[in-house]
């Protein structure tokens, strides 16, 4: 009787429910970027405070112009060999001891080693900010590069490339990237076992002599902290270190051609796909239009590619679009792992819907789903003292002004169907991409040979 009734009162529930039109959506806020307080140090060292939340923590970020960008012919990876080794110690301070000490103030020191900049510090309890930034500082001017930590830390590295190798994702990102940017740095993902095994101490000293220095460096302090205490702090930490070298571009040239590799995994089930092409990055006027393209056409769970080839078709379980970006340089590319059998298949509804966006403005209806949504995403972004600095490091990065992120919401807003359709008009050209497949050859060669159309496939 009991299981009656429920059953009863739920049914009558779920029909209320039905009947009861959702409550309407609240009118878009901009983002309001927290107030900052910059100082430039006599080395021309930068350090920028940003008051945030009300948690007692604080993040001391110490960002470097310095990266894979920065690597010569022969030097893949010696930037990040030389971020492990800055981990290893300092000429005062052991691992043991960085890694002790930052505890005792309730976080930890990461060093992470990007592709055109880098980041040394951590988030820690208000009251020990001070401490943190002595801490960070002696990381960041006095490494030891330890001679004993060297072979194990290139034999780590060595087993990492290995099991990157493994992965058919990584190898067709590899080539992927090989393709668009040829010998730039961009272009080289891995290093050789050669030139791993070759690097030493002396390579690493070389190179963060002269790639690492005040010129390139800003510090974010953002959180709960004593301003005046942080300041001094930080004078006391790095005014004194020398200017060092000048920041150091080394822009590409990428240019958008129809090209095709093969990598043949005989056996595989899947197949794994990379098309793309260079495009804008984010200095550019239209990036922000672009942005909710790359989002409604396959760049989130409910973007067109996604729903056609992921829910329809039921070819692969998650492919993804997206505009990836570095200084003055960015490109598009749609991704998928798909069945093996229907290789050719995916790359025909993918195109297809290329073609559709760029041929037909999608509705009012659909393009506001996707512009609520990237708004909802760059709130979250924007919701941490760590997702703070990496914004306005970002900022620094590209030479963007602040009010790119005081109206990134505005103008995700503001951006219509037509423009949607003008950007992958003008953006996404199916004849000048790169496709890439890592897969079995003997199944998905005859199934791609109409996506040539004269090009030569270049195989494994």
Known sequence: MKTI?????????????????????????????????????????????????????????????????????????????????????????????????????????????????????????????????????????????????????????????????????????????????GDHPYGTVFPTEEAVKGYTVADVRKFYKENVGAARTRIYVAGVFDQAAMEKALRDAFESWPKGPAVHTNVPKPKAKKQFHLIDRPGAAQSTIYLGLPTLNNFDPDYVK?????????????????????EQKGYTYSPNSQLSMRYRDGYWVQTADVTSSVTGASLKEITYEIERLRSEAPSDAEVEAIRNYIAGVFVLQNSSRGGIVGQLSNLKLHGLPDS?????????????????????????????????????????????????????????
């Open 5 to 181: 009734i429920i059953a009863l009162c739920l049914a009558v529930s779920l029909a209320f429910a039905q009947k009861e039109a959702p409550p309407a959506g609240s009118a878009p806020k901009d983002f309001t970027l927290p107030k900052k307080h910059i100082v430039t140090f006599k080395n021309g060292l930068e350090a920028v405070f940003i008051p945030y939340g009300r948690v007692p923590k604080v993040n001391i970020s110490v960002v470097i112009r310095v990266g894979n960008i920065n690597e010569r012919p022969g030097q893949t990876g010696l930037a990040d060999l030389m971020g492990d080794l800055m981990k290893e110690g300092t000429t005062t301070r052991t691992a043991e001891q960085i890694a002790a000490e930052a505890a005792s103030m309730g976080g930890s020191l990461n060093v992470g080693i990007g592709v055109d900049q880098s980041t040394i510090g951590g988030e820690v309890l208000s009251e020990f900010g001070p401490r943190m930034a002595a801490l960070a500082a002696d990381v960041v001017r006095n490494p030891l590069f330890p001679e004993s930590e060297l072979a194990r830390l290139k034999n780590n590295t060595l087993r990492e490339i290995t099991v990157a190798k493994s992965s058919p994702q990584q190898l067709t990102f590899e080539k992927f990237r090989s393709l668009l940017y």
């Open 290 to 310: 672009m942005v909710v393209t790359n989002s409604l056409l396959g760049g989130s769970f409910g973007s067109r590619i996604t729903s056609n080839i992921r």
């Open 404 to 460: 790119y992120l005081a109206n990134y919401v505005k103008n995700v807003h503001a951006t219509t169907p037509a423009d949607v359709q003008a950007m992958a008009k003008r953006y996404v050209r199916p004849e000048e991409m790169t496709l890439v497949i890592t897969g079995d050859k003997a199944s998905v060669e005859k199934q791609i040979e109409e996506f040539a159309k004269g090009v030569p496939i270049e195989k494994k």
